[in-house]
């Protein structure tokens, strides 16, 4: 498959660091930082940033696009609120992309891997759990579901024989238990892999030629779960 054609900004904000990604016909520039507490501050200002170098103004681009989650609760409200406000004013249609998906898709651009288990601690020992594989347009593919499960029943899918990777904060926090799931098919860990904009871009810009995108009000988080604190 091409690359895909198409202008579009992309922000990710479902974790520690935030980040704003331009794509340009195939063509990445990104903004990233860590400072959790600044999300919704500095996103906008690497936005304008990213646009003023381009060139562009908000309406020439022809979609946006936002890590959907699972993460951070808070996290993905402000990736969701400032892309819903920006493609209002810009009259822009949304690509919502899993932010299990983009570790994946960067679990590829980082350590050529074409099959990642994304395991995200989600606390109530349990984590955001979803198997990828690279296809044929190296974009990362969904095998199975994604899901918030006990680290102890994650399961690796059958079939090929693949060696997976385990990205994610869940392969630090749950390490044994999700270790022993893998029964012996793990070709690695990288737990402190990040989720970052380019990747949420690489995704969104073929969901966008696929007609995946949605427009502004349909543009809705993805917890994975409803309760999100204990009962006492």
Not at 80 to 102: R, W, Y
Not at 132 to 161: C, F, K, M, T
Request: hydrophobic share 45%; glycine share 10%.
């Amino acid at each position: 498959m091409p690359i895909p054609a198409c202008k579009l900004l992309a922000f990710e904000t479902s974790g520690e660091a935030c980040s704003v990604a331009l794509w340009i016909d195939g063509g990445l520039r990104q903004r990233l930082a860590s400072e959790p507490r600044r999300h919704a501050e500095l996103v906008l200002a690497m936005a304008e940033e990213l646009l003023a170098e381009a060139g562009l103004r908000l309406r020439e681009l022809d979609t946006l696009a936002f890590g959907r989650g699972p993460g951070s609760f808070t996290g993905v409200r402000i990736a969701t609120a400032v892309v819903q406000g920006a493609a209002f004013g810009g009259d822009l249609p949304v690509v919502p992309v899993s932010t299990l998906a983009a570790m994946a898709q960067g679990a590829l651009r980082c350590y050529a891997s074409r099959a990642s288990l994304i395991a995200l601690d989600a606390r109530m020992a349990q984590v955001y759990w979803g198997a990828y594989q690279i296809d044929s347009g190296e974009n990362a593919r969904l095998v199975g579901q994604e899901a918030v499960i006990a680290p102890e029943h994650a399961r690796v899918p059958g079939g090929d024989g693949a060696a997976w990777l385990g990205v994610g904060s869940g392969w630090s926090a749950y390490a044994a238990a999700l270790t022993a799931s893998a029964d012996g098919r793990l070709s690695g860990i990288e737990a402190n892999h990040p989720c970052e904009a380019r990747d949420i871009a690489r995704l969104a810009a073929t969901l966008f030629a696929e007609g995946r995108a949605v427009a502004p009000e349909a543009a809705v988080p993805v917890y994975l779960r409803d309760q999100v604190t204990h009962r006492r």
